[in-house]
C-alpha cells in the first residue's frame, strides 16, 4: 500500500484489515457480441452495526454493477480478501449472494449515495478467518472535532491489474492507496446538494508517492473506498471512520462523499431483518 508519509505507514497498513475488494468477470451476452471477457474489481470495506457484519460501497457502483449484468453476463462475483495481510493461494472466495440481494439508493440530485450487502455468519466468518475486521460503531460515533488529516482508502484503477487468463481465471496485480485529502471549508457553491456530505480535495503526492515516479492523477476506482480521519494522541496515530467516496471531479481535483453517521439511519429497517435472519441461521456475525 502507498502512504501518506513514512511516519503514517505503520497506522494506515492496518486500515488494510477493513478493505475488501470485489471482483468478477465479465462476458459478451450474445454471439454477435465479439468483444472479450473483462476482468473487474471494486472498491468496498467492512463495518458492523450491532454485531451484523455489513459490505459497504457507493451505491452508484451498485447500480452499475446491476445495469452491466443487464447487458453482459457476469461470472465468478467474488470478494477480494487479500488486503487484510494473510495472503493464501487464493485470496478470493464466491460472492454467495445475489446482486438482487445487493440494498442501495443512489439519489445524484440529492446526493445520497450508498450501496452495501448484508453479511452472513458463514461469509464475515471467511472474512475474519482472512485477517478482515469490521470497522466498528465507535470508530464513527464520538469523533474528534479537531481533526486535520484525512485519508481516502481504495484500488485505483492507474495502480491495479486485473486479467482474464485463459477466458476464465482472473488474476489481480497491485495495491490500495492511502490517498491524502484536505478537508473543504469553503466549497463551490454548484457542488453543494441537499442532504449533507464531506467535501475534500486529493492533495498532490510527490514521485515517490507512486510507482514509476507517477503522481495520482485519478482517483477512478476508488469510489466506494472509506475516507478516514487521522489524529495522533499521545504519540500514537488513532482513526476515525468518516465517509464513503462518491464523487470525483478531476479538473479540481475535489472528492465529494456521503457521510457514514448517516447510514446507520438508513439501514435501521435493513438492519433489523438481517439480525433476525441470522439468528435463525444459527447466531451472530461477531467476530
Not at 470495506?45 to 459497504?56: L, M, P, T
Not at 478470493?92 to 450487502?117: A, K, M, R, W
Not at 470508530?139 to 495502480?159: E, K, Q, V
Request: glycine residues 8%; hydrophobic residues 40%; proline residues 6%.
Amino acid at each position: 500500500m502507498q502512504s501518506l508519509s513514512p511516519d503514517m505507514g505503520t497506522r494506515l497498513k492496518q486500515l488494510l484489515r477493513h478493505m475488501v475488494s470485489l471482483t468478477w468477470v465479465d462476458f459478451p451476452a450474445t454471439p454477435a457480441d465479439t468483444s472479450p471477457a473483462r476482468g473487474q474489481m471494486v472498491t468496498g470495506f467492512v463495518i458492523a452495526i450491532d454485531g451484523v457484519w455489513i459490505w459497504v460501497t457507493a451505491g452508484h457502483i451498485c447500480e452499475s454493477i446491476k445495469e452491466l449484468s443487464s447487458k453482459r453476463r457476469i461470472e465468478r462475483l467474488r470478494f477480494c480478501d487479500a488486503w487484510g495481510g494473510q495472503f493464501k493461494n487464493d485470496t478470493t472466495f464466491p460472492f454467495p449472494y445475489s446482486l438482487d440481494d445487493l440494498v442501495y439508493i443512489h439519489d445524484q440530485e440529492n446526493g445520497v449515495d450508498y450501496g452495501v450487502q448484508i453479511l452472513g455468519h458463514q461469509p464475515a466468518a471467511l472474512l475474519n478467518a482472512a485477517g478482515i475486521m469490521p470497522i466498528e460503531q465507535e470508530c464513527w460515533t464520538n469523533t474528534p472535532t479537531d481533526i486535520n488529516t484525512f485519508a481516502l482508502i481504495g484500488f485505483p484503477t492507474s495502480t491495479m491489474s486485473v486479467e482474464v487468463v485463459d477466458n476464465k481465471r482472473m488474476t489481480l496485480k497491485g495495491s490500495a492507496f492511502a490517498a491524502p485529502i484536505e478537508f473543504l471549508k469553503t466549497v463551490p457553491t454548484e457542488l453543494i446538494k441537499p442532504y449533507c456530505r464531506f467535501y475534500g480535495r486529493l492533495v498532490d503526492l510527490d514521485a515517490e508517492g507512486l510507482p514509476n515516479g507517477a503522481c495520482l492523477a485519478d482517483i477512478d476506482g476508488m469510489s466506494g473506498g472509506p475516507i478516514f480521519g487521522l489524529k495522533s494522541i499521545n504519540g500514537e496515530i488513532k482513526y476515525w471512520l468518516i465517509a464513503i467516496q462518491s464523487g470525483w471531479f478531476p479538473e479540481r481535483r475535489i472528492v465529494t462523499a456521503c457521510l457514514i453517521a448517516n447510514l446507520t439511519m438508513l439501514l435501521k429497517d435493513v438492519l433489523e431483518q438481517a439480525k433476525n435472519a441470522i439468528a435463525s441461521d444459527g447466531g451472530t456475525t461477531s467476530a
